[in-house]
């Protein structure tokens, strides 16, 4: 069994910066692709970016490459996303969620486990 928990959301002002944190329990965390998906009220579970186990891989959406950064550190099991430059159409609810079958995916079915959110609002 594995728990995600979010931290770090809140409210920023367009063009500012957050970075949210993800701490997972488990002891094969290196072993799991991390991910980070947000959801915007009316709108379903987008894709943000996914981390490789298998190796420095990442992929991000179209719409937050180059402005969100995710990491991860093994050895606190930690995994994080750290967004610049802001827009109010980032609004939503973010959850990190860890793949146990695969390397890193687009899609949301191919994670396992979820964290319960953190929201991150953008004032504009």
């Known amino acids: 069994q594995v728990q995600l928990v979010e931290s770090g959301g809140g409210l920023v002002q367009a063009g500012g910066s957050l970075k949210l944190s993800c701490a997972a329990s488990?002891?094969?965390?290196?072993?799991?692709?991390m991910g980070w998906f947000r959801q915007a009220p009316g709108k379903e579970r987008e894709f943000v970016a996914t981390?490789?186990?298998?190796?420095?891989?990442?992929y991000y959406a179209d719409s937050v490459k180059g402005r969100f950064t995710i990491s991860r550190d093994n050895a606190k099991n930690m995994v994080y996303l750290q967004m610049n430059s802001l827009k109010p159409e980032d609004t939503a609810v973010y959850y990190c969620?860890?793949?146990?079958?695969?390397?890193?995916?687009?899609?949301?079915?191919?994670?396992?486990?979820w964290g319960q959110g953190t929201q991150v609002t953008v004032s504009s």
């Open positions: 969620a860890a793949a146990t079958r695969n390397s890193g995916s687009r899609n949301a079915y191919e994670y396992d486990y």
């Open positions: 488990g002891r094969t965390f290196s072993t799991y692709a």
């Open positions: 981390r490789s186990w298998r190796d420095s891989s990442r």
